[in-house]
T-cell receptor, first 111, second 112 residues
Framework: GENVEQHPSTLSVQEGDSAVIKCTYS??????FPWYKQELGKGPQLIID?????GEKKDQRIAVTLNKTAKHFSLHITETQPEDSAVYFC??????????FGAGTRLTVKP | NAGVTQTPKFQVLKTGQSMTLQCAQD?????MSWYRQDPGMGLRLIHY???????DQGEVPNGYNVSRSTTEDFPLRLLSAAPSQTSVYFC???????????FGSGTRLTVV
């Protein structure tokens, strides 16, 4: 099955700085790469996703990039705010089938 | 539109007991999955289903059973609870083709 690795496990930034989280995947047939944000005591929430036929996607302050050749994808958050503090997960799957997650990154944004 | 509903929210079991974690979705999603979340290990896939009557194993299926008799419901059964099954369990559902999952709010299970 798919194996997803995520780095770093913890990330601390100053408010207003950028944050980058990186993931690699093993299955070259994976074609769907979502990112989730999990706040304390809640289930993960989808924040952005990218498909294998696209190299980059943006949504306001967040963006995701995908390098299919190297089998890695990244989440970029610009102008970070304290409410961005949470655990972020990357995932990879074929469509929605058998989705596998990275171990998570705990992001702390210091005011 | 309730999304994904999980019950119960909290449960304490004794070793060897059995129980069923309930999951229901009202979005007519084809895909449903069960994950467990342990500190430092992210979300690990237990079982998943691509439609009514079809289920398959994920990364950590041992000790768990599932069935999918309707599109809406996807219960997870613990056959004989063990302390190693202490975890937070999440149910998720999604549309065919890759549109991301909607997660429930989780069930925190403790096995003593």
């Amino acid at each position: 099955g798919e194996n997803v690795e995520q780095h770093p496990s913890t990330l601390s930034v100053q408010e207003g700085d950028s944050a980058v989280i990186k993931c690699t995947y093993s299955d070259s047939a994976s074609n769907y790469f979502p990112w989730y944000k999990q706040e304390l005591g809640k289930g993960p929430q989808l924040i952005i996703d990218i498909r294998s036929n696209v190299g980059e996607k943006k949504d306001q302050r967040i963006a995701v990039t995908l390098n299919k050749t190297a089998k890695h994808f990244s989440l970029h958050i610009t102008e970070t705010q304290p409410e961005d503090s949470a655990v972020y997960f990357c995932a990879a799957s074929r469509g929605n089938n058998d989705m596998r997650f990275g171990a998570g990154t705990r992001l702390t944004v210091k005011p | 539109n309730a999304g994904v509903t999980q019950t119960p929210k909290f449960q304490v079991l004794k070793t060897g007991q059995s129980m069923t974690l309930q999951c229901a979705q009202d979005m007519n999603h084809e895909y449903m999955s069960w994950y467990r979340q342990d500190p430092g290990m992210g979300l690990r896939l237990i079982h998943y289903s691509v439609g009514a009557g079809i289920t398959d194993q994920g990364e950590v299926p041992n000790g768990y059973n599932v069935s999918r008799s309707t599109t809406e419901d996807f219960p997870l059964r613990l056959l004989s609870a063990a302390p190693s099954q202490t975890s937070v369990y999440f149910c998720a559902s999604g549309r065919q083709g890759g549109y991301g999952y909607t997660f429930g709010s989780g069930t925190r299970l403790t096995v003593v």
